[in-house]
């Protein structure tokens, strides 16, 4: 039996989320078209049919990786758990954030282009979002609201590099990824991405 068609807009919906996964891994500069189709099933012809360009098709996988991470944050600001801070539960938002392949790689790769003429306007735009979020919505202060967007650049930066492909075998890096993940340490172990994985 073959499998329901997908409507234009579940097609869309899986190719943002193949771009986010390759570009996550690959960078902007490092990705092409057809690699992004190739992982999201579909033509080459068919993503530049539907996005334009490879830009726009960046552009359209980091407003979905924002707007997945910021409705993440949202939830778990109003999630009844009162034996975790909002601080805590923010915290394991972003992390479980591992299951959605690529995105804080993607995010990571969309800050490093701030002197590109499009994407680097509408970065800066997404990162204010994020700063306004935890000084408005969530009331941290700005030393709180600093100290988790390093805490956050920290782990991308972590992921980024594969540094797990060394836990295990360099006690630094094992102690590095307790201090990060005290409590989450066996399922972000399960998520991270590794070297022999193309992304």
Known sequence: ??????????RREQIV??????????GYVGTTTDEVAKAAGVSQPYVVRLFGSKENLFLAAMDESLE???????AALVAD???LSTEKRIGQAYVELLNVRGLH????HSYLLGSHPVIGPA???????VW???REDAGFDAESARNFLAEGMLISTMIGLRIVDDYGTDPEIDELFVACFPTELSSVLDLVPRGDEPW
Do not use: C, K
């Not at 039996?1 to 579940?10: I, K, Q, T, V």
């Not at 989320?17 to 690959?26: C, H, N, P």
């Not at 790689?105 to 990571?108: D, G, I, N, S, Y």
């Open 1 to 10: 039996m073959s499998s329901p068609r997908l409507s234009s807009d579940e």
């Open 17 to 26: 989320l193949a771009a986010i996964a390759v570009f996550g891994a690959r």
């Open 68 to 74: 997945q991470m910021m409705s993440s944050f949202r």
């Open 81 to 83: 758990d009162s034996e």
């Open 105 to 108: 790689q993607m995010l990571a």
């Open 123 to 129: 970065a800066r735009r997404g990162f204010t979002t």
């Open 132 to 134: 306004r979020f935890f």
